[in-house]
DNA sequence: ATATAACTGTTATAATATAACATAACAGTG
DNA sequence: CACTGTTATGTTATATTATAACAGTTATAT
């Protein structure tokens, strides 16, 4: 049987759409990707979805289940349960995590006896950098 | 100009949608609803997500975004902001409102300088239903 | 009554995602 | 090495979800 493969040495096509989504300053949606790395070989949606599908069961990429775009995980949290603020203005996407949240969710669930296992957190709004762009015209 | 349509009176079509996805056990997806409420009359997608976007707009109903289906928002509660719990098992989906919660939620984007507007929660795993019929099973 | 905005119907198409099958690459085993 | 099961990849077609664009209708304030 072959070796299962580690999270240090990803497949070529898994890598190559981490690293597009990684320098990607805003998500991507799969199509967009796909478009991207048309010129690396790819050419139908299922070889990108096969990467996406890999990449968000490894935790290196969220999905916005709200915009259908993917965004990379912020590596510096390990507990990869975290908040996405998404900015309605330059569509930016940040990730806040916070541990102590976590728990607050699960155990709001349990209180209703339900069993958590994961959970999203999708936040809409005006990010930091807009926030002060707006301030800035109203001057 | 025709008057604003108070929320005690929806249109026939909303109404319509609006009590199919009341009476269902499970929550919908939008061609789902459209396929019962064919004999009603309805006829074509937009139709449906007319009626949909209207509902969620007065915030009698909320999308489920992992899932693509819509739930009508548990009346109990005032501040629409809720989290979702949705049962891998039987997919049912279940409200529990939190208003304590959707406070730390702003809070931590307020900690980041993001200014949430709305948001979403969405938990996955097992309902209290689904665990008491694991739980028979094994005895 | 009639102008106007809201609602409804209809056709076409866009955007997102998966199914199903074929081929290739690879690692272990006899 | 040749065989075998497994993972990865390629390819075609199709399913699913959602919106655009336009025509026609209904309701209501003036």
Redesign the pocket.
């Known amino acids: 049987?072959?070796?299962?493969?580690s999270v240090k040495q990803l497949?070529?096509?898994?890598q190559q759409v981490y690293d597009c989504i990684k320098n990607s300053p805003t998500p991507q949606?799969?199509?967009?990707l796909l478009d991207k790395l048309r010129p690396e070989?790819?050419?139908?949606?299922?070889?990108m979805?096969?990467?996406l599908?890999r990449l968000l069961e490894l935790g290196l990429i969220h999905k916005v289940e709200s915009l259908?775009v993917f965004v990379a995980c912020d590596q510096s949290h390990q507990s990869c349960v975290s908040i996405l603020a998404v900015c309605d203005s330059c569509g930016s996407v940040e990730e806040f995590p916070s541990p102590e949240f976590a728990d607050q969710v699960k155990a709001i669930g349990l209180e209703h006896s339900f069993e958590s296992r994961e959970f999203a957190v999708e936040l809409k709004g005006r990010c930091s950098d807009c926030t002060s762009i707006v301030h800035e015209l109203k001057e």
């Open positions: 049987m072959r070796a299962k493969q497949n070529p096509r898994v949606g799969a199509y967009n070989g790819f050419r139908a949606p299922s070889q979805y096969r990467a599908n259908n």
